[in-house]
């Protein structure tokens, strides 16, 4: 344990990020899952709701923006979507 009031509170401070991140991530593959499942009309919606995940997960910080959009590609090529 750090003894340096600075480290206590970045410690703190990275336990919180950790957290949401993970909580960030984990919907974002729940929200991947069910698009490659999908099959009939609500398809295009949890397509169209998978690709608004990775997108937030980019804006915030969870996921590099290069990162976010090679698996929004790779997301498309698997479904054949052109969305």
């Known amino acids: ?31 991947i899952k069910q698009a490659e499942a999908a099959t009939g009309d609500d398809a295009d919606e949890l397509v169209r709701l998978a690709v608004k995940r990775i997108d937030q997960a980019a804006a915030k910080g969870v996921l590099h923006r290069n990162t976010a959009a090679r698996r929004k590609s790779r997301l498309m090529r698997r479904l054949g979507t052109d969305a």
């Open 1 to 31: 344990m750090a003894n340096i009031k600075s480290q206590i509170k970045r410690n703190r401070q990275n336990e919180a990020a950790r957290l949401r991140n993970r909580a960030v991530r984990s919907e974002l593959k729940t929200r």
